[in-house]
T-cell receptor, first 111, second 114 residues
């Protein structure tokens, strides 16, 4: 199956700092999503971005499908950005029913 | 527009028992997928239901089973519970089957097996 690697696994930022999270995947995909998991466990949709660039406020994401990676940018980080960020992909091969998740990046933003 | 809702939010069961978890899909969505998330890990795909039929299955034993109803809500049933089944169970709904449409997740059910 498809492999998804996220880096870094852990990240500690001072409030106001910027950060870049990376997601590498091993095969062609027709879906890529970024999620933020809050402390209660809910996965919050950030971006649906199988290719291209999108922005939403302080967050933006870029997926370069031909090179099999995606980046999530967080600018001017706030303490409420803390949590685990997951990248999930669905590969474009046969039987592509599910999202395959990376292990996540745990972000801690300190005041 | 109603989001994805799951019930119950927390559950404690004894090893060997059976459990049923429930999920209401987002309005207009006909596909429901279930995921298991162990502590410190990313969610793992269990199975997907599209228009009341199982449409794909991950690497989980047959004691994990499911149903989808005509209103597209869904149940996850786990028989003969094991300690390793303790996890957060997440339900996702989407507009269509397969993995190529945006999925939206519920808040999860945290299952503890003792």
């Amino acid at each position: 199956g498809i492999q998804v690697e996220q880096s870094p696994p852990d990240l500690i930022l001072q409030e106001g700092a910027n950060s870049t999270l990376r997601c590498n995947f091993s095969d062609s995909v027709n879906n890529l999503q970024w999620f933020h998991q809050n402390p209660w466990g809910q996965l919050i949709n950030l971006f649906y971005i199988p290719s291209g660039t999108k922005q939403n406020g302080r967050l933006s994401a870029t997926t370069v499908a031909t090179e099999r990676y995606s980046l999530l940018y967080i600018s001017s980080s706030q303490t409420t950005d803390s949590g685990v960020y997951f990248c999930a992909v669905a590969y474009s091969g046969a039987g592509s029913y599910q999202l395959t998740f990376g292990k996540g990046t745990k972000l801690s933003v300190i005041p | 527009e109603t989001g994805v809702t799951q019930s119950p939010t927390h559950l404690i069961k004894t090893r060997g028992q059976q459990v049923t978890l429930r999920c209401s899909s987002q309005s207009g969505h006909n596909t429901v997928s279930w995921y298991q998330q162990a502590l410190g890990q990313g969610p793992q795909f269990i199975f997907q239901y599209y228009r009341e039929e199982e449409n794909g299955r991950g690497n989980f034993p047959p004691r994990f089973s499911g149903l989808q109803f005509p209103n597209y809500s869904s149940e996850l049933n786990v028989n003969a519970l094991e300690l390793d089944d303790s996890a957060l169970y997440l339900c996702a709904s989407s507009l269509d089957f397969g993995g190529n449409t945006e999925a939206f997740f519920g808040q999860g059910t945290r299952l503890t097996v003792v």
